[in-house]
């Protein structure tokens, strides 16, 4: 079946230095690429999404980059800070039953 | 706006026991979802609905069932809860942008529940 894996595992980065998560997908049909945030013991919160009609979007200090032909997109942090601890999933769909998400990425920003 | 939210919180049940997760939301959204969420494997869905009155299976639907009345409201249950659904399980509703075979809309999650079966 569709499938979405995401690497790395675990991210551990020094405060202000850029991280870059990255995922491939399965399904050609996935036409929406969104990425969640998860704080610990709370609930994923979209922080940025793509659609398949554009290749790079941009929100302060994340991005994200979609490459369709290869079946693969990325998360792009700069300037982490902190406060951008935690474990992030992307997903990728194209229906309300076809947003498959990947199993996470522990991003740890040390100070 | 609540948004999203989950009764209960947190739950502890034997195996063998039965029990109900609310789930509601005041964004007046046509689909709703349940997703489980376990450690390593990131979130799968449980079942979910396209509207009131329907519903249909997800990726992981087995031991679980579910009910669509009202919109606003999305209940799963488990009939007879087993060691294996000790879970976080969080609800999530969306509004499609484009209409029914458009691409998926943003979703929104609920807190969770953190369920234990013994």
């Known amino acids: 079946g569709e499938n979405v894996e995401q690497h790395p595992s675990t991210l551990s980065v020094q405060e202000g230095d850029s991280a870059v998560i990255k995922c491939t997908y399965s399904d050609s049909a996935s036409n929406y690429f969104p990425w969640y945030k998860q704080e610990l013991g709370k609930r994923p919160q979209l922080i940025i999404d793509i659609r398949s009609n554009v290749g790079e979007k941009k929100d302060q200090r994340i991005a994200v980059t979609l490459n369709k032909t290869a079946k693969h997109f990325s998360l792009h942090i700069t300037e982490t800070q902190p406060e951008d601890s935690a474990v992030y999933f992307c997903a990728a769909g194209g229906r309300p039953d076809k947003l498959i998400f990947g199993t996470g990425t522990r991003l740890q920003v040390f100070p | 706006n609540a948004g999203v939210t989950q009764t209960p919180k947190f739950r502890v049940l034997k195996t063998g026991q039965s029990m109900t997760l609310l789930c509601a939301q005041d964004m007046n959204h046509e689909y709703m979802y349940w997703y489980r969420q376990d450690p390593g494997m990131g979130l799968r869905l449980i079942h979910y609905s396209v509207g009131e009155g329907t519903t249909a299976k997800g990726e992981v639907p087995d031991g679980y069932n579910v009910s669509r009345l009202k919109k606003q409201n999305f209940l799963l249950g488990l009939e007879s809860a087993a060691p294996s659904q000790t879970s976080v399980y969080f609800c999530?509703?969306?509004?499609?942008?484009?209409?029914?075979?458009?691409?998926?809309?943003?979703?929104?999650f609920g807190p969770g529940t953190r369920l234990t079966v013994l």
């Open positions: 999530a509703s969306s509004y499609p942008s484009g209409g029914r075979s458009s691409s998926t809309d943003t979703q929104y």
